[in-house]
């Protein structure tokens, strides 16, 4: 069973809110990752940091935003929630094994926006 | 872009029988592959992955083929579980970078 947990697991909000989706890990990975995921679709990556100070944007456009202040934790925030920003997310860390990462997922969070 | 891409959304098969569960990858130049299960309300859990100067490689009732010429991947799950039916999907990655590129999932369904 992975270390990393997510907080809330469901969601639901008004449009125009501020949310921020909690992610954190105790297994010291310096790597971290959000993906977003439509139910049974494919996952694309959002956000990426290499360690404290660290965040990149990933493949997918978001208008969300991370931090990286501590290595254990990853926040994401919304600013102002829209109905297109309806889907689950899913944090993750790794580390490298055997040169090749090995992500360990949370549960996710859905996130519904009304 | 380079994509990672699945052949069925969903498999349905017998309790006991064996599963296979199809990937067709883009780019020549990933290092490894990995396989992902996702249980419902759960997020992806790593089950095998391969490196790209394998063909083969087994674990515990899974076994992994890659087929480079045809750009193919290949995950068997050998008498299948009701605990199996789950989501899952194939990646792929390169030693240069951290991020994984994730196909579209295949519904794995087993019927007792």
């Known amino acids: 069973e992975a270390d990393i947990y997510q907080t809330p697991r469901y969601l639901v909000i008004g449009t125009g809110k501020k949310i921020t989706l909690e992610c954190s890990q105790t297994?010291?990975?310096?790597?971290m990752y959000w993906y977003q995921q439509d139910p049974g679709m494919e996952l694309h990556l959002i956000h990426y940091?290499?360690?404290?100070?660290?965040?990149e944007k990933g493949d997918l456009s978001s208008e969300s935003t991370v931090s990286r202040i501590r290595t254990e934790h990853f926040p994401l925030t919304l600013e102002s929630a829209r109905p297109s920003h309806t889907s689950q997310y899913l944090c993750?860390?790794?580390?490298?094994?055997?040169?090749?990462?090995?992500?360990?997922f949370g549960s996710g969070t859905q996130l519904s926006v009304l | 872009g380079e994509s990672v891409g699945l052949h069925l959304p969903t498999l349905s098969v017998q309790e006991g029988d064996n599963s296979i569960i199809n990937c067709a990858y883009s780019n020549s130049a990933s290092d490894y592959f990995i396989w992902y299960k996702q249980e419902s309300g759960k997020g992806p859990q790593f089950i095998i992955d391969i490196r790209s100067n394998m063909d083969k490689r087994q674990g515990q009732r899974v076994t992994v083929l890659l087929n480079k010429t045809v750009k193919h991947l290949s995950l068997q799950i050998a008498a299948t579980q009701p605990g199996d039916s789950a989501v899952y999907f194939c990646?792929?990655?390169?030693?240069?970078?951290?991020?994984?590129?994730f196909g579209s999932g295949t519904r794995l369904l087993v019927r007792p």
């Open positions: 940091s290499y360690g404290v100070n660290s965040t």
């Open positions: 297994m010291g990975h310096d790597k």
């Open positions: 990646a792929e990655g390169t030693d240069s970078s951290y991020k994984l590129i």
């Open positions: 993750a860390s790794s580390d490298t094994q055997g040169a090749r990462e090995k992500l360990f």
